[in-house]
């Protein structure tokens, strides 16, 4: 199969998971009871902005003209419109993920990125000293980073390093630094995971006939781990960070909770408590795509990782 | 934690649990009994529910072992109470998920053709969902859910990783000699999957359902954390909110922060650590195999 071919099947898969997501939002939405009009106008709001609100939205329609009507905001690329005080004029939904859309990949980044330079060294050292003190030490630390639940560790972060050291900015506040925590917070969650998957992978490669072969060959020990070992490792490894990057762009839930924070996840959640129809189906249509892109991502990486695949 | 030799052993008859799947069994089993007695053996009645502020926070001592809450309600009978919560919600949630998954990725499998597109592409999109999202889309349907709109919400995705782990399993098993033999005897497709898949496939079903059990407290007490999770008198996650928002005034605020965050370790631990001896005992070459397949399984994290 070319990778023409590959690119367009999986494409074509992905625009029918979205769509499907979408399909299933919708459905969703319109199918609990509640007003979405009298969380966005207040109960006792005059006849005439209710009217306003639910000609903005679209309520006035049939189900399946709004459907087509939110489909066509998605061409437009504006995901309709807010519809907070029934202006349809006022803000657009894409303008309010692009307003939190930065703060999401921020975190996105930096967790990932404490997740990474924490679980890459451990795993492989508890995989080269297998069966070691070092070994069991990376196990617990990586099995407490599992099972520790971020509702517990999250608030002690914040008050280990806002309260009581006073070294970080705390919620609310605003700068680079102020990501230092709420990172660390998703780093160290994410870092259990991934050392516990590079550590297994590591074992596993390292019993591989090439392995033996190039240590047979003389080959230093060093070069034998870097060149041989590793680069096969990471193959499952790139996996898991792949999605666990799609799952941290569609918003870090907790962390932005207890951080106060601004993102996609935060946004969702507030849409879906004031029940702001073009809002939630704006987000879980920006938060289906991301997945499915990470995911694509995720499978191309392969191709440059491992030669094998490309040519499969 | 396994080596060559050990899986090599796996392959041919299955070593015994290890340790450290004991470990976990025996932490779960802590679990159980505190879910089923908890609320005798808690030193407090709470279900009257009462108020005295004057003894907000206390520390811990003979009275109240572990100390109060803002209210002055002893930690140590809401912490058994919760496990009471935790463990009805957690069981009934497994068992709902598995049961539906496991019947619908056995049919997918062994039917195949349409029946296996509509199922795979429905799973696909619920993959393409971060699952808590979707549970918090359904719980926030109404302004208080109860149990029952908590447990259908984790059910609405939960069963998608059983139908997965099913699914894999019968396309492994329909080539065998046994499921051929049955099919030359002109056993019915009902009798086939009952009697001669559903059994084989209970091993990996396990290691699902014991990672599951872990999953299913974590997404609950997030649920509570947020304050959208089922209107229960007492949840760990309720008990981690409050916790939260009193951590700045006292300092025994911060051990009643860490008595729930304890217990939902102490559960995801144990169901870890039986999970990953599961996985070993059932299906050794699973461990480490990259792919979907094992990030599927990789933790809590993933899907219930």
């Known amino acids: 199969m070319t990778i023409g071919s590959f690119l367009v099947r999986r494409l074509g898969s992905g625009a029918l998971a979205i769509l499907g997501v979408s399909i299933l939002t919708f459905g969703f939405l319109h199918l609990v009871p509640g007003d979405p009009v009298d969380h966005l106008a207040g109960g006792d709001a005059p006849l005439e902005i209710r009217r306003k609100i639910e000609h903005c939205m679209g309520l006035d329609r049939s189900l399946p003209a709004q459907f087509v009507g939110f489909l066509g905001h998605v061409v437009d690329g504006t995901l309709g419109n807010q519809c907070r005080n029934g202006d349809p004029k006022g803000p657009t939904v894409a303008a309010r993920v692009a307003e939190v859309m930065p703060h999401t990949l921020a975190l996105a980044v930096c967790g990932m990125l404490v997740a990474v330079v924490l679980a890459l060294p451990l795993g492989i050292a508890a995989a080269i000293r297998r069966g070691t003190w070092l070994d069991t030490a990376a196990t617990v630390v990586s099995l407490s980073g599992i099972a520790v639940p971020q509702m517990m560790f999250a608030p002690l972060i914040l008050l280990w390093g806002f309260i009581a050291l006073g070294w970080f900015p705390g919620p609310t506040e605003v700068g680079p630094s102020a990501i230092i925590l709420p990172a660390f917070a998703v780093g160290t969650h994410l870092m259990a995971m991934l050392a516990r998957m590079t550590r297994s992978s590591m074992v596993e490669v390292l019993g591989e006939d090439y392995v033996r072969t190039a240590r047979a060959k003389g080959l230093g020990e060093g070069r034998v781990l870097a060149l041989h070992a590793l680069r096969n490792a990471l193959l499952p490894v790139i996996t898991v960070v792949g999605l666990q990057f799609g799952s941290l762009l569609s918003g870090a839930i907790i962390i932005e909770n207890v951080f106060s924070r601004p993102g996609l996840g935060a946004t969702l959640v507030d849409a879906i408590k004031e029940r702001n129809y073009p809002v939630v189906q704006g987000a879980v249509l920006v938060i289906a795509a991301i997945y499915v892109a990470v995911n694509l991502i995720v499978d191309l990486s392969y191709g440059l990782t491992d030669p094998r695949i490309r040519r499969a | ?304």
Not at chain 2, 43 to 55: G, Q, S
């Open chain 2, 1 to 304: 934690m396994t080596g060559p030799a050990d899986r090599a052993a796996g392959r041919r008859r299955g070593p015994a649990l290890s340790p450290s799947a004991w470990l976990g069994l025996v932490m779960l089993a802590v679990y159980v009994i505190a879910g089923i007695a908890g609320p005798w053996l808690a030193p407090y009645d709470l279900t009257r529910p009462h108020v005295e502020l004057a003894h907000q926070f206390e520390a811990g001592s003979a009275a109240h072992w572990l100390g109060t809450d803002a209210s002055g309600r002893d930690a140590l009978s809401q912490l058994l109470w919760g496990a009471r919560s935790a463990l009805e919600l957690s069981v009934i949630v497994v068992a709902i998920s598995s049961a539906i998954g496991l019947l619908v990725g056995t049919v997918a499998g062994w039917f195949g053709g349409a029946v296996d597109e509509i199922v795979m592409r429905t799973v696909d999109v619920l993959m393409a969902f971060p699952g808590i999202l979707l549970n918090i889309a359904i719980v926030a349907t109404v302004a208080r859910p109860g149990v029952p709109l908590t447990i259908a919400a984790l059910c609405a995705n939960g069963w998608v990783g059983y139908a997965r782990v099913a699914r894999g399993q019968v396309l492994a098993l329909r080539d065998r000699d046994y499921v051929a033999a049955a099919v030359a005897l002109g056993a019915s497709n009902r009798r086939i999957m009952l009697r001669h898949l559903v059994p084989n496939l209970m091993g990996p079903a396990m290691v699902q359902m014991s990672f599951g059990l872990g999953a299913v407290i974590i997404v609950e007490a997030s649920l509570s954390f947020l304050g959208i999770g089922p209107q229960l008198d007492y949840t760990w996650g309720a008990m981690l909110d409050q916790a939260r928002n009193f951590l700045w005034n006292t300092d025994w605020v911060r051990v009643y922060a860490l008595v729930p965050g304890l217990a939902i370790t102490w559960v995801v631990l144990g169901a870890n650590l039986l999970g990953d001896g599961l996985r070993d005992r059932f299906d050794p070459r699973q461990r480490g195999r990259g792919g979907a397949g094992a990030a599927g399984a990789a933790g809590p994290s993933g899907r219930a």
